[in-house]
């Protein structure tokens, strides 16, 4: 990574909370922004060293595994550090899934130990009766049938480190858009705790992290950017100031209110807070951003444009997966010459290939792999595993794209959202981007529905923006506003309206659950 900016200097300290213990112990670690609760370096490196020995007490070794589910709450990173700090593989779970997807996971994962909370107090009897496996269940904040008491556990263990602590790994679940959710798990590393992270790598070089930065974290962190970014920020002694539940005038305050040097978004988030009144937006001072980092899901140009001219160019976009496998980045300045681009690789070689396996030439498109020695598997799913590569060292993430003269990626669409019309291969994302940006929309998803003539016609399910009023009326102007920008073919046919759309916390829209309404009895071809 050393050609896209200078060279870190050599630190031969571990990079972890406890190294902040002893070098800055009263600076604080976590901010809820919420409720103002605050945890500091040295008490959360005490936190997580006694969870990590309740883990080893309970006959946990290194490379065995855990998981939790909970909301957006102080405690979360602490346990996330605790069952990093005991080398287990540790699985963060979404607080929003139903009794039937957590038990899903917590069975398919292996899970030894379990970790909840009153949150999901509505799952807790369902996931139990499905997981038997488990050993040991915990609740954080409040009691929960069968489920002891994790605050009186954690506090009858040590808080003094054991020997030879070795590093922890995630292995996170996919968003389960296109199905059930996978687990996708890398080989552990075997580094003493504190060794070199590449998301710790990325904050020095490309996004100017310094000791006791303050970095926000507006979505859940059950997910793996903002899991992964908030971990690898406090092993640089950074503050992480954690928003319980994102609100687009709230994410401004908290801006201002922490003087914030780094924030990490979904292009949703942008959305919301750009169809602020400009009378709100105006009110908070955000001049503090040096880096706003964004990923997860496509950013329409539009809005791309808008938020680096209210913010000015401190956007940083990068394209990645939870698989690890590689890598594109651009800052503003680059994607301003580029636009649309999700940058150019950085870890991994970039490759585009037709259907048949074949590399494409220049500005042709096709599926996106990365050409890189990744070693990640989906847990549990050999098939998908092996779906996902081509060869020995090229592997996928399931986007179709192209790559310019200059090495710029464009995305045009996951592969599985694709769309065949009359034997036309249409990419919803075009018209997702155009009715994005119409002033009565609050929330879009386009995909392809059942047609007898043609196979699939091209169907919107619109959100509308308060004051809007769906209808026929609407439904002709958001079709004629998308065809005034766009080929007639490429457009939907037509639009449904509702009131809330099911979209994950972290951007992620569940076009499955609304695909499936649509296809229910026919066969569907996705």
Aim: aromatic share 8%; with cysteine.
């Amino acid at each position: 990574m050393s050609d896209v900016g200078t060279e870190v200097p050599d630190d031969p300290r571990p990079e972890y909370p406890g190294r902040w213990a002893q070098d800055a112990p009263d600076r604080p670690a976590i901010v809820m922004h919420g409720s103002g609760k605050t945890m500091t370096f040295a008490e959360l490196d005490a936190e997580a060293n006694r969870i990590a020995n309740l883990f080893r007490g309970l006959g946990l070794e290194p490379g065995d595994h855990m998981a939790f589910c909970l909301e957006n709450r102080i405690e979360f990173l602490a346990l996330a550090w605790g069952a990093h700090y005991a080398g287990l593989y540790y699985t963060a779970i979404s607080s929003r899934l139903t009794a039937d997807e957590i038990a899903y996971i917590v069975d398919d994962c292996g899970a030894r130990v379990f970790v909840t909370s009153p949150y999901k107090a509505d799952a807790v009897a369902e996931v139990t009766a499905a997981t038997p496996n488990v050993e040991a269940r915990f609740s954080i904040g409040g009691p929960l049938a069968d489920h002891a008491c994790f605050e009186d556990a954690v506090a009858s263990h040590s808080a003094e480190p054991f020997p030879g602590a070795v590093e922890g790994q995630d292995m996170l679940y996919s968003s389960g858009t296109t199905g059930r959710p996978k687990g996708i798990r890398s080989p552990m590393s075997g580094s003493p705790l504190g060794g070199i992270n590449p998301i710790t790598m990325m904050a020095k070089i490309l996004f100017a992290a310094e000791e006791g930065s303050v970095y926000l974290s507006p979505a859940p962190l059950y997910h793996s950017a903002p899991l992964r970014f908030c971990l690898g920020y406090q092993r640089l002694g950074c503050t992480i100031v954690v928003m319980e539940k994102f609100d687009a005038e709230e994410a401004l305050a908290a801006i201002e209110a922490h003087s914030v040097h780094t924030s990490q978004w979904v292009p949703t988030m942008f959305v919301r807070m750009l169809k602020l009144a400009e009378e709100v937006r105006s009110r908070y001072d955000t001049s503090s951003l040096v880096t706003a980092i964004h990923a997860a899901a496509p950013c329409p140009v539009k809005v791309k444009h808008s938020m680096i001219e209210w913010w000015g160019p401190v956007l940083h976009e990068y394209y990645a997966g939870t698989e690890g496998n590689g890598l594109t980045y651009t800052n503003s300045l680059d994607w301003l010459e580029h636009p649309g681009s999700v940058g150019r690789a950085i870890l991994g070689e970039l490759v585009i290939v037709d259907d048949d396996g074949r590399e494409l030439s220049v500005g042709e498109e096709g599926d996106v792999y990365f050409r890189s020695d990744s070693q990640f598997e989906y847990h549990n799913d050999p098939e998908k595993t092996a779906g996902s590569r081509l060869g020995e060292n090229l592997s996928t993430l399931g986007d179709v794209g192209r790559v310019d003269e200059d090495g710029f990626l464009y995305l045009t669409d996951r592969r599985a959202y694709m769309i065949i019309s009359g034997g036309v291969n249409i990419y919803p994302q075009e018209a997702e981007n155009i009715l994005t940006m119409h002033p009565a929309v609050l929330d879009v998803a386009v995909f392809g529905v059942p047609n007898d003539e043609f196979g699939e016609e091209v169907k919107a399910v619109v959100q509308p923006a308060d004051g809007a009023d769906p209808g026929p009326d609407l439904e002709r102007e958001l079709i004629a506003y998308c065809r005034s920008q766009l080929a007639d073919v490429k457009c939907p046919h037509s639009i449904d309206f509702r009131d809330e759309m099911p979209r994950h916390p972290t951007g992620k829209l569940y076009k499955r659950l609304l695909k499936d309404e649509y296809w229910q009895g026919h066969q569907a071809r996705i």
